[in-house]
């Protein structure tokens, strides 16, 4: 060993020598004539500074000796360990500032991820182009590189289709019953479409249903070209059922009527929504009545457009303690927004009177409704006030099946009776309602009242007299026998075929042997005897009767959670159950997609193709995120 007379500078040792002993040693280096040279041939301790051992290539004993007889408490095993922790994190930390390989898992997963994002999030191919976008992805994985757009538009939202398609298509096969609701629409490019969507009851007793197709109608809306739409989507999604056909619930368009009629589909259920709007409108067509919605009308509008009278009338609500709402202006296809803009109007009228008595306001050729007009607005709201509680049931209510139909057209009609103390205005009212509804659904009635028998609330059939009551139930059990009976006769002919082959000849069992007493006695006794089995129709007589003897279920009880405990108590007729009260009452969930299409064909969007439309529809509609 030879000591230096000065503190020499240390050359750390290169990465290949990774004994843990080069954490406390060093290469000393020279300066010679402005030339650094590190000596090799020996180190330098960095505790004691200034003293030099001999060091031979690879050889580190005197390292180790020299540490063990003057700094014995330097311990290199644990200085090994941190060594490799902090080797460790180094290359974790230069791993992640890498890139993420394209077709790793993760950028796999994340690009699920965004395709998912834009699906069931209504977005826009572009977003992923969108800076605010792309920032966001950067600080949640910085090393995820976003594809283009056209990637997700020709791949990854494809693919995502494809999937949900299969499933789809798989969940619907397993499916015993099943029911459609169709609807049209024209989107932002002036370009018709036709929404297909399919409503079942799970073995859960869960009402399911799928937007199956949202597809382009280039041709004219003829019964004949809508009908071979319907024959589209039943071929492509194997919808058709051995001896039943689909009944489709539409509105009341003759077009599409006939339409359903014309694919061998059926029976048409109209949407009682529509029907109820149809009716409604009749009472807003007649003279006083639309007198008095257009006087209401002007003055809605004047508000709205004025912001000078919009400010005076919300000073007034609030010096009246009168709620701080809007006025509502309505729309002349949909009843029930001239009812709440005529609802709006008596609410407010106080404020609207003070409002236009202003001096700003004035001389505005502006007049409120004067006493008669007012009280004739408020017998129409009361007297319609049925038909609103309909359409705001009709439209909200997810159990809104079938068989409600027949039981709300009556309490409609009951409550359209005439009254002695009715003026004139509303008697007429009554009367249109009336004579729109009554014959509605002639041609299904005897189809909707079974759906409604078979529903634990309706089932007494309270608004019919008894002998069509007793004809109702002998149908029930009529249909029961065939659709048990062809079961029976396809489950057999499956057993034939599969006993006919040699193998299950060569396997089956001899006939068993019969005992002496049956022998014996059998024939006669067991035949005479009370104990033998009931027959098919007996057990079917027997469980209707037992069904219409239970009480009736509470109105706002789920009839689907009340089958789904008793159908093991009434098994005939829950199968039964199944094929009719998946029926909805409205067309409501394909006519929802009008307003999911309208955030997806956006006027920003409005090149999309006719095959993304439908694939996006499909997603937006029927992809569950977990």
Same mark, same amino acid.
């Given at each position: 060993?030879?000591?230096?007379?000065?503190?020499?500078?240390?050359?750390?040792?290169?990465?290949?020598?990774?004994?843990?002993?080069?954490?406390?040693?060093?290469?000393?280096?020279?300066?010679?004539?402005?030339?650094?040279?590190?000596?090799?041939?020996?180190?330098?301790?960095?505790?004691?500074?200034?003293?030099?051992?001999?060091?031979?290539?690879?050889?580190?004993?005197?390292?180790?000796?020299?540490?063990?007889?003057?700094?014995?408490?330097?311990?290199?095993?644990?200085?090994?360990?941190?060594?490799?922790?902090?080797?460790?994190?180094?290359?974790?930390?230069?791993?992640?500032?890498?890139?993420?390989?394209?077709?790793?898992?993760?950028?796999?997963?994340?690009?699920?991820? +965004?395709? &998912?994002?834009?699906?069931?999030?209504?977005?826009?191919? /572009?977003? @992923?182009?969108? *800076? #605010?976008?792309?920032?966001? !992805?950067?600080?949640?994985?910085?090393?995820?590189?976003?594809?283009?757009?056209?990637?997700?538009?020709?791949?990854?939202?494809?693919?995502?289709?494809?999937?949900?398609?299969?499933?789809?298509?798989?969940?619907?096969?397993?499916?015993?019953?099943?029911?459609?609701?169709?609807?049209?629409?024209?989107?932002?490019?002036?370009?018709?479409?036709?929404?297909?969507?399919?409503?079942?009851?799970?073995?859960?007793?869960?009402?399911?249903?799928?937007?199956?197709?949202?597809?382009?109608?280039?041709?004219?809306?003829?019964?004949?070209?809508?009908?071979?739409?319907?024959?589209?989507?039943?071929?492509?999604?194997?919808?058709?059922?051995?001896?039943?056909? +689909?009944? &489709?619930?539409?509105?009341?368009?003759?077009?599409?009527? /006939?339409? @359903?009629?014309? *694919? #061998?589909?059926?029976?048409? !259920?109209?949407?009682?929504?529509?029907?109820?709007?149809?009716?409604?409108?009749?009472?807003?067509?007649?003279?006083?009545?639309?007198?008095?919605?257009?006087?209401?009308?002007?003055?809605?509008?004047?508000?709205?457009?004025?912001?000078?009278?919009?400010?005076?009338?919300?000073?007034?609500?609030?010096?009246?303690?009168?709620?701080?709402?809007?006025?509502?202006?309505?729309?002349?296809?949909?009843?029930?927004?001239?009812?709440?803009?005529?609802?709006?109007?008596?609410?407010?009228?106080?404020?609207?009177?003070?409002?236009?008595?202003?001096?700003?306001?004035?001389?505005?050729?502006?007049?409120?409704?004067?006493?008669?007009?007012?009280?004739?607005?408020?017998? &129409?709201?009361?007297?319609?006030?049925?038909?609103?509680?309909?359409?705001?049931?009709?439209?909200?209510?997810?159990?809104?099946?079938?068989?409600?139909?027949?039981?709300?057209?009556?309490?409609?009609?009951?409550?359209?009776?005439?009254?002695?103390?009715?003026?004139?205005?509303?008697?007429?009212?009554?009367?249109?309602?009336?004579?729109?509804?009554?014959?509605?659904?002639?041609?299904?009635?005897?189809?909707?009242?079974?759906?409604?028998?078979?529903?634990?609330?309706?089932?007494?059939?309270?608004?019919?007299?008894?002998?069509?009551?007793?004809?109702?139930?002998?149908?029930?059990?009529?249909?029961?026998?065939?659709?048990?009976?062809?079961?029976?006769?396809?489950?057999?002919?499956?057993?034939?075929?599969?006993?006919?082959?040699?193998?299950?000849?060569?396997?089956?069992?001899?006939?068993?042997?019969?005992?002496?007493?049956?022998?014996?006695?059998?024939?006669?006794?067991?035949?005479?005897?009370?104990?033998?089995?009931?027959?098919?129709?007996?057990?079917?007589?027997?469980?209707?009767?037992?069904?219409?003897?239970?009480?009736?279920?509470?109105?706002?009880?789920?009839?689907?959670?009340?089958?789904?405990?008793?159908?093991?108590?009434?098994?005939?007729?829950?199968?039964?159950?199944?094929?009719?009260?998946?029926?909805?009452?409205?067309?409501?969930?394909?006519?929802?997609?009008?307003?999911?299409?309208?955030?997806?064909?956006?006027?920003?969007?409005?090149?999309?193709?006719?095959?993304?439309?439908?694939?996006?529809?499909?997603?937006?509609?029927?992809?569950?995120?977990?």
């Amino acid at each position: 060993m030879a000591n230096a007379s000065e503190k020499p500078e240390l050359e750390d040792p290169p990465s290949s020598l990774r004994s843990p002993v080069w954490e406390h040693f060093g290469f000393p280096v020279k300066v010679t004539d402005g030339q650094r040279q590190m000596d090799n041939s020996k180190v330098v301790c960095r505790y004691c500074s200034t003293t030099e051992i001999g060091y031979a290539a690879g050889n580190t004993s005197n390292m180790l000796t020299h540490l063990k007889r003057h700094h014995p408490s330097v311990n290199v095993s644990s200085t090994r360990k941190k060594t490799s922790l902090v080797q460790t994190v180094t290359l974790i930390t230069s791993a992640f500032k890498q890139h993420l390989v394209s077709n790793s898992d993760r950028a796999k997963a994340i690009t699920h991820g +965004i395709g &998912v994002f834009i699906a069931t999030g209504l977005c826009p191919y /572009s977003v @992923v182009e969108n *800076a #605010g976008f792309k920032y966001m !992805i950067k600080v949640l994985e910085p090393r995820y590189e976003i594809p283009s757009h056209p990637h997700f538009s020709q791949k990854v939202v494809p693919a995502l289709y494809e999937k949900l398609e299969v499933m789809s298509s798989s969940e619907l096969s397993r499916v015993p019953s099943l029911s459609l609701t169709t609807d049209s629409w024209t989107s932002r490019a002036t370009e018709s479409y036709l929404t297909v969507t399919v409503h079942y009851i799970s073995p859960q007793w869960e009402m399911r249903n799928h937007v199956l197709q949202t597809r382009p109608v280039y041709e004219q809306h003829t019964s004949t070209n809508l009908a071979e739409h319907l024959k589209e989507a039943m071929n492509e999604w194997k919808l058709e059922r051995p001896g039943t056909t +689909i009944p &489709v619930t539409t509105d009341n368009a003759k077009n599409i009527v /006939s339409a @359903v009629k014309e *694919a #061998g589909l059926g029976p048409q !259920i109209g949407c009682f929504a529509h029907t109820i709007n149809l009716a409604s409108q009749k009472v807003t067509s007649i003279n006083q009545i639309s007198r008095l919605l257009g006087k209401v009308r002007t003055i809605v509008t004047f508000f709205h457009k004025s912001t000078t009278a919009a400010h005076i009338l919300e000073s007034k609500q609030e010096m009246l303690n009168i709620p701080k709402h809007s006025l509502i202006q309505d729309v002349p296809t949909r009843w029930n927004s001239s009812y709440d803009m005529l609802q709006r109007y008596l609410e407010q009228q106080a404020a609207i009177y003070s409002a236009l008595t202003e001096k700003p306001l004035k001389n505005k050729d502006i007049y409120t409704l004067n006493d008669e007009e007012v009280a004739m607005a408020e017998e &129409v709201i009361e007297a319609l006030k049925p038909l609103k509680t309909i359409t705001t049931l009709m439209s909200t209510e997810s159990r809104a099946s079938v068989s409600m139909i027949i039981p709300l057209k009556t309490t409609v009609l009951h409550s359209m009776a005439p009254k002695q103390e009715d003026s004139s205005a509303v008697r007429e009212d009554k009367l249109a309602v009336t004579r729109s509804l009554q014959e509605r659904y002639s041609v299904c009635y005897d189809f909707l009242h079974k759906c409604t028998a078979l529903d634990p609330r309706f089932k007494a059939l309270p608004h019919i007299e008894d002998d069509e009551r007793q004809k109702i139930f002998s149908d029930i059990i009529t249909e029961m026998m065939t659709t048990t009976e062809e079961e029976t006769e396809d489950a057999t002919e499956i057993g034939a075929g599969s006993s006919s082959s040699p193998e299950a000849s060569s396997t089956r069992s001899p006939p068993a042997k019969k005992s002496v007493m049956t022998e014996l006695f059998g024939e006669l006794f067991q035949r005479q005897g009370g104990s033998s089995k009931p027959t098919l129709l007996e057990q079917v007589q027997e469980e209707v009767s037992k069904y219409r003897a239970s009480g009736c279920l509470s109105l706002e009880a789920d009839p689907l959670l009340w089958w789904k405990g008793n159908e093991a108590t009434y098994p005939h007729i829950a199968k039964l159950a199944k094929r009719y009260l998946c029926i909805p009452a409205t067309s409501v969930a394909s006519e929802r997609v009008f307003s999911t299409a309208g955030d997806i064909v956006t006027a920003t969007r409005s090149v999309l193709s006719a095959e993304n439309v439908d694939k996006l529809m499909f997603l937006a509609k029927n992809f569950k995120l977990e």
